[in-house]
T-cell receptor, first 111, second 117 residues
C-alpha cells in the first residue's frame, strides 16, 4: 500500500521553480524516497531518489526533512514539458523492489 | 540507459477473447519484472511480480487465472488477459528491475492500452 500523501494538483508558471511536496510520516529508517513522473499515456519516468540527504541531478532536486517525514521535489525551471503526474514513493531497497504508487500530484505548467 | 519495450502499444479485442502483452528489457537482463494496471485518471496499481523461471506473485485481489504471467527468459515477460471483458479495458504497464549498478531501479515500459469491446 502507498505510504505517501501528495496534493492532487498544482500549477506552476513556466520558468519558475515547481515545488512538489510529499508527506511520508510513517517512513521507516531503511526506506528510500523515490520520485517518478508520468506524462499522459506514457510509462512512468524515474526522476530522483534519496534516503536522508538532499539530492540533486540534472532533472531535479530532492529535499528531505531532517525527521524524514516529508520531502519536496524541486524542478528549478519548469517547462511546459514538465506537465505530468508526479509520484512520490517510499520503499525499502532489495525487498522485491515493488513500487506502490499513491495518487500523485498533477502538475500543470502554465505558459 | 535501460530500455523497456511493450508490444503492442494498443490493442482492441472482442469480449471473450484473450490478449497477450509482451514486455521486453532491450539492453539488460531483468530477473524481475512487474505488471501494473492503470484506469483512467487513476494511479498505477501493482498486479503482480514476475521472476524469471518461477511463478508470478500476485497482489491481493488480482485473479491469477485471468491474468496469466509468463517470464520464461531474462528479457521477456508476457501478460495474457484471458476471456477479456469490457471491465478489463485499461492501460497495462510493465517494469523491469535493473541489474548491476541499477539493481535498485525500476525501468518502466511505455504501456499498452487495451480496449475490450
Amino acid at each position: 500500500d502507498a505510504k505517501t500523501t501528495q496534493p492532487p494538483s498544482m500549477d506552476c508558471a513556466e520558468g519558475r521553480a515547481a515545488n512538489l511536496p510529499c508527506n511520508h510520516s510513517t517512513i521507516s529508517g531503511n526506506e528510500y524516497v523515490y520520485w517518478y513522473r508520468q506524462i499522459h499515456s506514457q510509462g512512468p519516468q524515474y526522476i530522483i531518489h534519496g534516503l536522508k540527504n538532499n539530492e540533486t541531478n540534472e532533472m531535479a532536486s530532492l529535499i528531505i526533512t531532517e525527521d524524514r517525514k516529508s520531502s519536496t521535489l524541486i524542478l528549478p525551471h519548469a517547462t511546459l514539458r514538465d506537465t505530468a503526474v508526479y509520484y512520490c514513493i517510499v520503499r525499502v531497497l532489495g525487498t522485491g523492489n515493488q513500487f506502490y504508487f499513491g495518487t500523485g500530484t498533477s502538475l500543470t505548467v502554465i505558459p | 540507459g535501460a530500455v523497456v519495450s511493450q508490444h503492442p502499444s494498443r490493442v482492441i479485442c472482442k469480449s471473450g477473447t484473450s490478449v497477450k502483452i509482451e514486455c521486453r528489457s532491450l539492453d539488460f537482463q531483468a530477473t524481475t519484472m512487474f505488471w501494473y494496471r492503470q484506469f483512467p485518471k487513476k494511479s498505477l496499481m501493482l498486479m503482480a511480480t514476475s521472476n524469471e523461471g518461477s511463478k508470478a506473485t500476485y497482489e491481493q485481489g488480482v485473479e491469477k487465472d485471468k491474468f496469466l504471467i509468463n517470464h520464461a527468459s531474462l528479457t521477456l515477460s508476457t501478460l495474457t488477459v484471458t476471456s477479456a471483458h469490457p471491465e478489463d479495458s485499461s492501460f497495462y504497464i510493465c517494469s523491469a528491475r535493473g541489474s548491476g549498478l541499477t539493481y535498485n531501479e525500476q525501468f518502466f515500459g511505455p504501456g499498452t492500452r487495451l480496449t475490450v469491446l
